[in-house]
């Protein structure tokens, strides 16, 4: 079957501009993650939405970033007033599990949306 | 706070050598730990992964990794690497009832014909 999918792959903007990166997870996985790599580093979880349940945005960076999840189905990153740091790859991921078992179902994830911030 | 080491950020291998990379974690509480791998153009996929039990745990490709609680450990191993296992490969770690998975920077292996 199809596994998540992100868009674009690639995107290219200047500084100051808002951006918005889109994650459609794998039908029917209730848990949806979104990371961060920047080149050299390690993945950095920014947030986590599970069903209906407020989402944990301790790993979001700064008020710049925001994210949005329809239901159980795609999520939505926004990026406003874009910064160099802010260039990375944004990793989207999904399972199957709960909060419960998150830890005992793998994350499934997306090829990743490439952001340069010129 | 949980945290992962991963000291190799390269790895050259020939082909049919063995191969080890290293991860180590910090964590204040009883954790789980994964293996993912991201090979050429795909996206990251899990390896294997230890919860609990034997602290031996294997994956179908040949690869094993063992749990090692005394020295924080979770190394990965395989006695014959072959060129399809050139990826990067990244260790995790999480703890029950934290979902959270945090992840080393990983490590890129790249076997030598």
């Known amino acids: 079957g199809a596994g998540v999918s992100q868009s674009p792959s690639n995107k290219v903007t200047e500084k100051g501009k808002d951006v918005e990166l889109r994650c459609d997870p794998i039908s029917g996985h209730t848990a949806l993650y979104w990371y961060r790599q920047r080149l050299g580093q390690g993945l950095e979880f920014l947030i986590y939405?599970?069903?209906?349940?407020?989402?944990?945005k301790s790993g979001l960076p700064s008020d710049r970033f925001s994210a949005e999840r329809t239901g159980e189905s795609v999520s939505t990153l926004t990026i406003q007033r874009t910064q160099q740091e802010d260039s990375a790859v944004y990793l989207c991921?999904?399972?199957?599990?709960?909060?419960?078992?998150?830890?005992?179902?793998?994350?499934?994830f997306g090829n990743g949306t490439r952001l340069t911030v010129t | 706070a949980q945290s992962v080491t991963q000291l190799d950020s390269q790895v050259p291998v020939f082909e049919e050598a063995p191969v080890e990379l290293r991860c180590n974690y910090s964590?204040?509480?009883?954790?789980?730990l994964f293996w993912y791998v991201q090979y050429p153009n795909q996206g990251l996929q899990l390896l294997l992964k230890y919860l609990s039990g034997s602290t031996l745990v294997e994956s179908i490709n040949g690869f094993e990794a063992e749990f090692n609680k005394s020295q924080t450990s979770f190394h990965l191993r395989k006695p014959s690497v072959h060129i399809s296992d050139t990826a990067e490969y990244f260790c995790a770690v999480s703890n029950f009832g934290n979902e959270k998975l945090t992840f080393g920077t990983g490590t890129r292996l790249t076997i030598i014909p």
């Open positions: 939405f599970q069903g209906n349940s407020a989402p944990d």
């Open positions: 964590s204040s509480v009883s954790v789980y």
């Open positions: 991921a999904s399972s199957p599990a709960g909060r419960e078992g998150a830890y005992n179902s793998p994350l499934h």
